[in-house]
């Protein structure tokens, strides 16, 4: 194999990887929302004055206080089957993410650890994609720098990880069928179970009142949903005793595969820090990239 055979197939490799990490990055937008950790109150539960509309409306409400959060997420996402993943995130006073993610029907390929520090992805720590990046064990990308082509196609969504995962957690106030399934434990926690059900035009809808920053970031937001072909979602929500969501689940059908997403909290507001990798471990896409073109 020649030199420019060699370099077009490591950026066929670049591409793929970014293309698979990416999708969890979108998933993580997609439906992280405010979470609570465990409590001894009343799981949620609406008083006689409290409709399960305002429940749900009370919880969403609380996650504007959210400055960091952990959580488990797992499901089915479309084109990329079932997946895994921890994380921790942190929203203020600027926007840092750690997650550790497997991707359960790629095999070696499907694992991966991705982390967001001063708006650069870092995605690594798998075994496989060290043999074809020279032993460097991350792959760099400055969100800023980086375009579609480079990002094969992903780039609106690993941008959302700048989001404030909390926003979305407005979008069950859309549903006008709102109910209360009953009281469960999720991971040790009493909480009460409500379902319901959305559509994007009801939510696009519902953001002409927002404020010109809120709304802007309902939209961007509400775009993923729009690439994948779902225009109608079933979301479940459990709120524990401090009318916060222990527990959140969204599912649609897109036009390449079913999303189904689960997502339980562990901790808010506490310490998250997150660091780069060692800058000697590490390869930039974006100079990898331009070399490429140049040559």
Request: aromatic content about 4%; overall charge negative; some cysteine.
């Given at each position: 194999?020649?030199?420019?055979?060699?370099?077009?197939?490591?950026?066929?490799?670049?591409?793929?990887?970014?293309?698979?990490?990416?999708?969890?990055?979108?998933?993580?937008?997609?439906?992280?929302?405010?979470?609570?950790?465990?409590?001894?109150?009343?799981?949620?539960?609406?008083?006689?004055?409290?409709?399960?509309?305002?429940?749900?409306?009370?919880?969403?409400?609380?996650?504007?206080?959210?400055?960091?959060?952990?959580?488990?997420?797992?499901?089915?996402?479309?084109?990329?089957?079932?997946?895994?993943?921890?994380?921790?995130?942190?929203?203020?006073?600027?926007?840092?993410?750690?997650?550790?993610?497997?991707?359960?029907?790629?095999?070696?390929?499907?694992?991966?650890?991705?982390?967001?520090?001063?708006?650069?992805?870092?995605?690594?720590?798998?075994?496989?994609?060290?043999?074809?990046?020279?032993?460097?064990?991350?792959?760099?990308?400055?969100?800023?720098?980086?375009?579609?082509?480079?990002?094969?196609?992903?780039?609106?969504?690993?941008?959302?990880?700048?989001?404030?995962?909390?926003?979305?957690?407005?979008?069950?106030?859309?549903?006008?069928?709102?109910?209360?399934?009953?009281?469960?434990?999720?991971?040790?926690?009493?909480?009460?179970?409500?379902?319901?059900?959305?559509?994007?035009?009801?939510?696009?809808?519902?953001?002409?009142?927002?404020?010109?920053?809120?709304?802007?970031?309902?939209?961007?937001?509400?775009?993923?949903y729009e690439d994948l072909g779902i225009d109608k979602m079933t979301m479940d929500m459990w709120i524990d005793g401090d009318d916060h969501a222990k527990?959140?689940?969204?599912?649609?059908?897109?036009?390449?595969?079913?999303?189904?997403?689960?997502?339980?909290?562990?901790?808010?507001?506490?310490?998250?820090?997150?660091?780069?990798?060692?800058?000697?471990d590490v390869m930039d896409l974006a100079e990898m990239m331009k070399e490429l073109q140049s040559s």
């Amino acid at each position: 194999m020649g030199i420019s055979d060699s370099r077009t197939a490591v950026r066929r490799s670049a591409r793929r990887r970014a293309t698979g990490a990416a999708f969890a990055v979108v998933a993580l937008a997609a439906g992280a929302v405010s979470c609570g950790g465990k409590s001894s109150g009343s799981a949620g539960e609406e008083t006689p004055e409290m409709t399960p509309a305002a429940a749900v409306a009370k919880a969403a409400k609380n996650s504007d206080d959210i400055t960091s959060l952990s959580y488990r997420m797992k499901g089915d996402y479309p084109e990329q089957g079932r997946i895994e993943a921890e994380a921790s995130m942190r929203l203020k006073p600027t926007v840092a993410m750690s997650m550790k993610m497997k991707a359960l029907d790629q095999g070696a390929d499907g694992s991966a650890e991705i982390r967001l520090v001063d708006k650069v992805m870092y995605i690594g720590g798998n075994a496989e994609m060290a043999k074809e990046m020279d032993g460097k064990t991350w792959m760099k990308f400055d969100l800023s720098a980086l375009g579609e082509d480079a990002l094969g196609g992903q780039a609106a969504g690993v941008g959302q990880a700048e989001q404030n995962p909390a926003a979305e957690s407005t979008f069950m106030t859309g549903a006008k069928d709102v109910k209360k399934v009953g009281t469960e434990t999720v991971d040790g926690v009493r909480t009460t179970h409500y379902t319901g059900t959305v559509t994007l035009d009801t939510l696009k809808d519902g953001f002409a009142s927002e404020d010109k920053a809120t709304r802007e970031q309902h939209e961007k937001s509400l775009k993923q949903y729009e690439d994948l072909g779902i225009d109608k979602m079933t979301m479940d929500m459990w709120i524990d005793g401090d009318d916060h969501a222990k527990q959140f689940r969204m599912k649609g059908d897109a036009d390449k595969g079913p999303l189904d997403m689960t997502f339980t909290f562990l901790d808010i507001n506490k310490p998250v820090t997150v660091e780069a990798p060692p800058a000697e471990d590490v390869m930039d896409l974006a100079e990898m990239m331009k070399e490429l073109q140049s040559s």
